[in-house]
């Protein structure tokens, strides 16, 4: 969601460094426009002052501005420790004294590429399709390593880090439609979920959850005839690789955080105008169903989606 952003950056002249996790970094790598990619020593969550201090002293004088993207106060740490002279962000968690330059937050929820792309400055909540890349040796490498004919199966991202809402509950009866190769990606902590999901359809399911680095992931969603997925982190992967794709919306809002991809079909029960009764309870942004039911993904149908494939 932040490619646009690094991609306008570049095009006025700047070189771009960008600091990350070790889980996302790999997402940097694969952005043409990114000169160099730190892997950030945190661990998830804490605000670990040691450690960013140690960083900040490393990072003195090697920049003259920061784009800090997320709103939190550890984010805008960083940036303030290392004395980098113009530091741009969002209001948020107590920053002013961090940020020297500040946009104030949007009332309404924009959509996330115009919200980052906002940071450059250069006006409007502009939408433009984040793009990743890999050299097509690279992806046929990792399809050699699977067997894998490019475009000649379908991948799954069944999970979803937010919660359950997020997650539609019929992979296996999709699966179970298919008459194609079926690749099930996802995080360790997922692999029990695609597992069952597999057992639906052994014959033609590999459970690849946890198995595979991020860049061979990306190899293998950039390969695949079709993507289905609940609105997650691989969705939008796969929108930057503009591959033919399935995005499943319950909880969250496509008018936040759509699939940029002119091959992608969403699936929104909230904008079905024959789904009776309306869903008048979405988006709700909650990690599980505060009214129980669950309708807005569990009454979306196998047949349906697969009717989109």
């Not at 390969?223 to 919306?249: E, I, K, R, T, W």
């Amino acid at each position: 969601m932040t490619e646009p952003l690094l991609r306008r950056l570049r095009a006025r002249g700047e070189r771009l460094t960008v600091g990350a996790l070790p889980w996302v970094a790999p997402v940097y790598r694969a952005m043409p426009q990114v000169d160099e990619v730190i892997d950030f020593p945190f661990a998830h969550g804490g605000l670990q002052l040691k450690e960013r201090r140690r960083l900040g002293r490393q990072l003195q004088g090697r920049f003259d501005t920061a784009y800090v993207l997320p709103n939190s106060l550890k984010s805008a740490l960083l940036p303030f420790l290392a004395s980098i002279p113009r530091r741009v962000g969002y209001l948020g968690e107590a920053r002013v004294g961090l940020l020297t330059h500040r946009l104030k937050n949007p009332k309404d929820k924009p959509p996330m590429v115009a919200f980052y792309s906002a940071l450059s400055g250069e006006g409007g909540f502009e939408q433009d399709r984040p793009r990743l890349y890999l050299p097509a040796a690279e992806i046929e490498a990792v399809l050699h390593k699977h067997g894998l004919a490019r475009g000649g199966y379908v991948v799954m991202a069944p999970g979803a880090e937010y919660g359950p809402a997020k997650r539609w509950p019929h992979f296996g009866g999709l699966a179970e439609l298919l008459d194609r190769p079926v690749l099930l990606l996802g995080s360790g902590k997922e692999a029990e979920w695609c597992e069952s999901i597999r057992a639906r359809a052994p014959e033609r399911c590999r459970n690849l959850a946890g198995q595979t680095s991020l860049l061979e992931a990306f190899a293998l969603i950039a390969g695949a005839g079709h993507v289905v997925s609940n609105d997650s982190g691989l969705m939008h992967v796969a929108a930057a690789f503009g591959v033919p794709q399935v995005a499943l919306y319950g909880s969250s809002s496509p008018l936040h955080t759509p699939p940029l991809n002119e091959r992608a079909q969403v699936v929104w029960l909230k904008q079905d105008p024959d789904y009776q009764p309306p869903l008048d309870c979405a988006p709700c942004f909650q990690r599980e169903c505060p009214l129980g039911h669950f309708r807005c993904l569990n009454d979306v149908s196998a047949e349906r989606v697969r009717a989109l494939l």
